[in-house]
């Protein structure tokens, strides 16, 4: 057991990109975690997909032992964390597990949208925060103007030099200033409290599945002492458990006797399915129980939901199966069985946002080897329908727009709208404001610093949740970047297009908007479901409707000429081979009314692109 | 049941830029070693072939066969007609460049057996055949085309249209003057761009822009109006001929009926299975010293597979096939060969045909063969 005052919790916290995987690499490295030989980049980020993306998905936790300079031993917990703004979540539950917190601004970047969400959440569990200019090995490197900025906008003193409470200057890739950053965390970040002899309050902070292990909770201990053999129970789940394993990550895993008041670790104890382990719940031991559960998390929602189905429709099992498996390592996405006319039986899902949505529907092709088909990603609508004969009033969510209600019973929808704040330099601001203009955003604030602009709308979700952020991130040149919250419903005059294919409406399309862009958005539908259903044997008229009103039409000519000149010889075989070829196009083409449609085209179709 | 055997000369004394055959250029060939593996590889097939039907078809094809030596020709033919005899009304085409050279052997090749001649004209124009990398002149090609019109019963000429740039007047054109020559039978063939030729990389690099499928299939529907009107009828997609002078050797692939191949990358289909051989010259005569004969892959074809193998060839023609008939070869329903929804969106389309059992592609379905083929063919025949 770690005496108290020599234990440090903190996270890592940036905007995307800044360098926090990177920085905890040297930390490891530096406090002799791995050796060099085991030490990879961002060896924390162990998904693949993540290494991949460069990108961390899920937030980590590693224990480190620190000699400082006054020749004492520190026990430090250190949470890498994710930086983007759908992963948000793993940033709040890591805070809430800790007494401080590394803000890393990038010297070149400075200051940005997710720099700024972060740092508000940590001051709200009244952390001590450290800023770490990080990347002043790049030529663009301004690490005075980056910490002056830090104090201007956000508020924490980060000028003059680190001992005297300035930011530390790192480069982790190069390795500078890392031990700086150990001795300024150390120093700056206060102990954790807690007792021992008081009745066991352990924060279930993280938990995931493990092939060998069963489900490993991360856990940080308040008061009293979690050990194996403890008899222990779940104080919002209401289920009892034996604690079968302690432990904690050096990276390396690594049993531990027990887990002290201020120390953060895992536990196992034979349970089954990630449910039974719920994210904010307090565990306390069966006797001697604490009275008071610990304030919990905020329960995540998805905001985003999609089709997913099988390309091959004899693949269901198999996609139920893997969706299952997944999910017990990411309880953040929902999902239902869902079924349409044409794409058969599959699933509706439910994310934190379009990069949840990617990522969920890359791992389950890559890690599960499923082709799949998406269908456009939605929203949940209020609907208010009115009584029927058969039926009294009643108000219901729709999360898929084949579900919509007949309009004649329908009296009002609400639709959910977001708070976004854009930071950007300002040169694009023109082209931002029109952006959000178009997707009938409602400017609230707009400020400048230096020479970067801080821009606040409020935008129905539903125009942000299919392309927005990459029309955002293209006409910035990579450099706004965005944050939002959810803000609640408001009403909205709301449509359900439908999109038909050689007279067909193609129900896997069909998407809900707002009456003002409507044509529009048919009309950009039809010019690009023009250009990616390929020419078939006839003419395919492609239209937009709502209700029985068409709004936009487009035709696709019918192929003229597809012969292969000779047969030369008998030889067949060449024939055969295109004969094959032909059935696997097809095999990766959904058909509506006699006319392939090709998977991508579901998603492409949307693509708003240039406006 | 028509018993045909393909024989393939390999040579050519250039690569012309748009062929894929098996057609390779070497500066010498050894008469006497290739005269003994094809008579092995001959051999061999009378082995495998078990019935004692006379032979009713051979072809000689390339490569350029007009340049075996005529005794080797003669050679060839003789073991063959003493290995299986010869049907009475036997048709034996030999494949030939229309070159000065070429057709002062046709007496001796008519003296061997030869009774039938397909010309690889080309093209009426200069231009063109320089561009597509023939050695002759338009001049020669009319000679020749008149010699072998001396020479032997029957002549076919090959033309190669669609060509980049071709208008359809120049098309009509250069047609009605082939079609004045009198030949009975005639091949025309778009061009096409064939992976791994010449004028693939040209394409690739912009050399020249191949003529869009518009254009060439104004082209395609002239050329059937033109050929019908002259009396020569398409009876295969590609393939032109007065009422009985088609090729029945082709025919017998296109019915898919047995054939024996032999020879650098002969393809055959005997008895349900499909044997190919060895296509490189060198390789092929490795083989047939190792092994007595060529084959590279004898292959066993299941009963979906022949069906499907049958419906590619049989609705390339004019005839279509006969579904009852092929339901009784290969087993199984009639109904369950064709996708029948596709089949029925098709006919009202007027894309295809069916009377009785039998069931084809009309006159306005042909430009579209390949892509209806992938639509009609049942897709339990097709492997995955
Ligand atoms: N030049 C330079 N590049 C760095 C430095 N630190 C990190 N990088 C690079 O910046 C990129 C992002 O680094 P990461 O450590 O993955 O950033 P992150 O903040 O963990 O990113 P997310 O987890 O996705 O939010 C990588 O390409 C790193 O190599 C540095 O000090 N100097
Ligand atoms: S002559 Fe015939 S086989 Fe020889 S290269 Fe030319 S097209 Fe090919
Ligand atoms: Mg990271």
């Not at chain 1, 492609?542 to 010889?569: F, N, S, W």
């Not at chain 2, 394409?203 to 050329?223: C, H, I, K, S, W």
Request: charged residues 25%; hydrophobic residues 40%.
């Amino acid at each position: 057991m770690t005496d108290l005052s020599k234990i440090r919790n903190f996270s890592i916290i940036a905007h995307i990109d800044h360098g926090k995987s990177t920085l905890a690499d040297r930390l490891i490295q530096h406090c002799g975690g791995l050796t060099d030989r085991e030490m990879s980049e961002q060896v924390l980020d162990n998904m693949d997909i993540e290494k991949e993306r460069g990108i961390t998905i899920k937030a980590q936790t590693v224990r480190l032992n620190y000699t400082a300079r006054d020749g004492e031993t520190y026990e430090l917990n250190l949470m890498d964390t994710p930086g983007h703004v759908d992963f948000a979540y793993e940033v709040s539950r890591s805070l809430a597990a800790c007494e401080g917190a590394l803000l890393v601004v990038d010297a070149a970047q400075g200051v940005e949208a997710q720099t700024l969400a972060n740092v508000y959440q940590s001051i709200e569990h009244d952390h001590e925060i450290v800023p770490v200019i990080n990347k002043i090995d790049l030529p663009a490197a301004e690490p005075e103007r980056v910490a002056e900025e830090i104090e201007e906008i956000v508020g924490i003193e980060a000028t003059g030099a680190w001992e005297e409470g300035g930011a530390v200057l790192t480069s982790a890739k190069s390795g500078i200033g890392i031990e700086d950053t150990l001795e300024a965390l150390v120093r700056r970040i206060p102990a954790p409290t807690g007792d021992r002899d008081a009745p066991l309050k352990a924060m279930l902070v993280d938990s995931w599945y493990d092939p060998y292990l069963g489900v490993v909770i991360l856990v940080r201990v308040m008061d009293g002492v979690i050990k194996k053999g403890l008899n222990v129970k779940f104080m919002q789940g209401g289920t009892q458990h034996l604690i079968d394993r302690v432990g904690c990550f050096t990276p390396k895993r690594t049993d531990l006797p027990e887990l002290g008041p201020g120390e953060i670790g895992f536990i196992t104890a034979q349970i089954k399915e990630v449910e039974q382990a719920r994210v904010g719940d307090t565990i306390t031991t069966v006797k001697g129980g604490a009275e008071k559960a610990l304030a919990g998390y905020k329960e995540v929602q998805p905001v985003v939901f999609c089709g997913l189905f099988p390309v091959d429709a004899a693949d269901f099992e198999k996609l139920r199966e893997s969706i299952g498996k997944l999910r017990l390592n990411d309880a953040s996405f929902s999902y239902e069985m869902e079924s349409s006319a044409a794409l058969g039986f599959g699933f509706r899902a439910g994310f934190l946002g379009l990069l949840h949505l990617e990522i969920i529907q890359e791992r389950l092709s890559r890690e599960y080897d499923l082709d799949l088909i998406t269908t456009a990603p939605s929203v949940v609508y209020r609907v208010h329908l009115g009584h029927s004969k058969t039926e009294d009033a009643k108000t219901i969510d729709i999360h898929n727009p084949a579900d919509w209600p007949d309009v004649n019973r329908i009296e009002t929808i609400e639709e959910p709208w977001i708070k976004a704040v854009i930071y950007t330099p300002d040169e694009y601001l023109g082209a931002i404001l029109k952006l959000c203009q178009d997707r009938r955003g409602i400017q609230t604030d707009l400020t400048y610093v230096g020479g970067r602009a801080q821009v606040s709308y409020e935008l129905p979700l539903n125009e942000v949740v299919f392309d927005f952020y990459d029309r955002l991130k293209s006409i910035s040149r990579g450099y706004a970047s965005f944050d939002y919250e959810q803000i609640g419903l408001r009403e909205g005059d709301l449509v359900k297009m439908n999109i038909l294919v050689n007279a067909e409406a193609v129900d896997a399309l069909s998407l809900i908007v707002h009456r003002s862009v409507a044509e529009e958005r048919g009309r950009g539908m039809c010019e690009r479901l023009k250009d990616l259903i390929p020419r078939h044997l006839f003419k395919i008229p492609i239209q937009a409707a709502i209700g029985g009103k068409v709004i936009a039409r487009e035709t696709i000519a019918a192929l003229r000429k597809d012969v292969t000149a000779k047969c030369y010889g008998g030889d067949i075989t060449r024939k055969k081979k295109l004969l094959e070829k032909q059935k696997k196009g097809k095999a990766r083409m959904r058909e509506y009314g006699n006319v392939s449609i090709p998977q991508e085209a579901f998603i492409a179709a949307l693509r708003m692109g240039e406006e | 049941m028509a018993r045909a055997l393909y024989i393939h000369w390999p040579f050519c004394i250039a690569k012309c830029p748009y062929c894929d055959f098996n057609s390779h250029v070497r500066k010498t060939a050894d008469t006497d070693q290739w005269r003994d593996a094809l008579l092995a590889d001959m051999h061999h097939e009378h082995l495998q072939a078990v019935s004692e039907e006379p032979l009713t078809s051979i072809f000689f094809g390339g490569g350029t066969p007009s340049l075996m030596p005529p005794a080797l020709v003669a050679g060839l033919l003789q073991e063959a007609e003493h290995l299986w005899g010869f049907a009475h009304d036997i048709e034996i085409t030999l494949e030939a460049n229309p070159s000065s050279v070429e057709a002062a052997n046709f007496a001796d090749l008519a003296a061997a057996g030869v009774n039938r001649v397909s010309l690889g004209v080309q093209s009426l124009h200069d231009e063109a055949l320089r561009f597509l990398g023939r050695l002759h002149g338009a001049d020669e090609a009319l000679q020749a085309v008149a010699v072998a019109q001396d020479r032997f019963e029957r002549v076919s000429i090959d033309l190669i249209y669609a060509r980049p740039g071709q208008s359809e007047a120049d098309w009509h054109a250069e047609l009605a003057r082939a079609l004045s020559l009198g030949t009975t039978h005639m091949s025309l063939y778009q061009l096409t761009i064939e992976p791994s030729t010449r004028f693939a990389t040209d394409v690739r690099q912009g050399v020249f822009e191949p003529l869009d499928d518009d254009n060439a299939a104004d082209l395609f529907g002239l050329t059937r109006a033109m050929t019908a009107a002259a009396g020569l009828p398409a009876y295969e997609i590609s393939n032109h001929a007065a009422p009985g002078q088609e090729s029945r050797h082709n025919l017998t692939y296109w019915r898919y009926q047995d054939y024996l191949g032999i020879g650098p990358g002969a393809h055959g289909r005997r008895c349900e299975t499909a044997t190919v051989r060895h296509r490189k010259p060198e390789n092929y005569l490795a083989a047939v010293a190792a092994q007595r004969h060529g084959i590279a892959e004898a292959r066993a074809l299941d009963r979906a597979e022949q069906a499907s193998e049958a419906l590619l060839m049989g609705l390339r023609l004019a005839e279509g096939v006969d579904l009852a008939d092929m339901a009784r070869r290969f087993g199984g329903n009639p109904a369950a060969l064709i996708d029948q929804a596709k089949a029925q969106l098709y006919h009202d389309l007027g894309m295809v045909w069916s009377h009785g059992d039998r069931f084809g592609v009309t006159e306005q379905g042909m430009p579209l063969l390949e892509a209806l083929l992938g639509e009609l063919v049942a897709s339990d025949l097709v492997a995955s």
